[in-house]
């Protein structure tokens, strides 16, 4: 007898996808963070976007996956312009002034601005407590911006601070973009062809680019085309992957994790850990985050099965 081996669940791919992308994009802080003290914001983000673009032409090519249709378009501009090249720019700009645990932080405050932009132009749900959850994570912005201004940086940290919170605003509104886009075309071509947006608007920080590169470390180059091929070229894959069969909102809660993850790196990699003002304040940050996504457990219906399989009229409610 032939033994037919079983598919991988699809929840099981999903889990995968996001696990994947939430360790990539954590690894890209302390990257950022390594390769920018020899290349400038833009010519890391140019560096970065034509490396990615580079492998995603290649997985297009592959994968037999040729152009979008018009209708995913719009989604895949607004998010080529503002999140890959706008955030690329701003998180490389931040993280000269600021650690790459205080730039994880202040990133993460992205899914509360990921949610209310949900709401307002997806038709999710928006839960009271989101205002709660915004209330305590501004709160947590102006601890760090705090403990930024009593240390030795003065309003240079401050401007950092200011940056890694534009580029948070500009990564809440490419996966909003993303959403609607991913209806009409594949995760792939969604990635791909966002990602080559951001290159050619990038393209003006080419003079940058060529005259820093030869004078360079190996290191800091290497750590340029990592950025282009893990945290983007294959990380924004697979999110976009997990991004079209999970709610925007609820994706963006699983970068809670990045942030501890990004310390416990820029502390291995490059001797970099946040004062406790600043950490205090990153934890109020995603403490604001958790909150305005918290949901209470519904009460099990008396007529729902033990198992959670839902009464025959229930098939068909969305969740």
Not at 142 to 169: E, N
Not at 180 to 209: D, E
Request: hydrophobic share 50%.
């Amino acid at each position: 007898m032939t033994l037919r081996s079983n598919p991988i669940p699809p929840g099981l791919l999903t889990v995968g996808a996001v696990t994947f992308t939430v360790f990539a994009w954590a690894s890209a802080f302390v990257s950022i963070r390594s390769a920018g003290a020899a290349y400038s914001p833009g010519a890391l983000a140019l560096g970065r976007l034509l490396a990615a673009s580079l492998v995603l032409g290649v997985l297009l090519l592959v994968r037999r996956q040729g152009l979008p249709p018009r209708e995913a378009w719009r989604g895949i501009l607004v998010s080529g312009v503002v999140w890959f090249c706008g955030y690329t720019v701003a998180l490389n700009w931040g993280e000269r002034l600021v650690d790459a645990g205080t730039a994880a932080l202040l990133v993460n405050t992205g899914p509360i601005l990921m949610a209310l932009l949900a709401a307002r132009l997806l038709g999710e749900a928006l839960p009271p407590r989101l205002l709660a959850g915004m209330a305590v994570s501004f709160a947590g912005a102006v601890v760090v911006g705090l403990s930024m201004s009593s240390g030795d940086g003065g309003s240079t940290s401050l401007l950092g601070v200011a940056l890694c919170l534009l580029a948070a605003v500009a990564y809440a509104t490419g996966v909003i973009a993303q959403k609607p886009a991913l209806s009409y075309a594949t995760p792939l071509q969604i990635t791909a062809y966002s990602c080559m947006t951001g290159a050619v608007v990038c393209l003006p920080f080419t003079g940058r680019l060529l005259d820093e590169l030869p004078r360079a470390p190996l290191s800091a180059t290497l750590n340029m085309v990592y950025l282009g091929v893990v945290p983007t070229a294959l990380a924004f894959t697979t999110w976009t992957y997990a991004l079209a069969r999970m709610p925007a909102g609820r994706l963006g809660a699983t970068t809670y994790a990045v942030p501890a993850i990004v310390v416990l790196l820029s502390w291995a990699l490059l001797a970099e850990v946040p004062g406790w003002l600043t950490l205090l304040g990153g934890v109020l940050c995603l403490a604001g985050v958790a909150v305005s996504r918290y949901a209470p457990p519904a009460p099990r219906n008396p007529r729902t099965p033990v198992d959670g399989t839902p009464p025959a009229h229930a098939k068909g409610t969305r969740t």
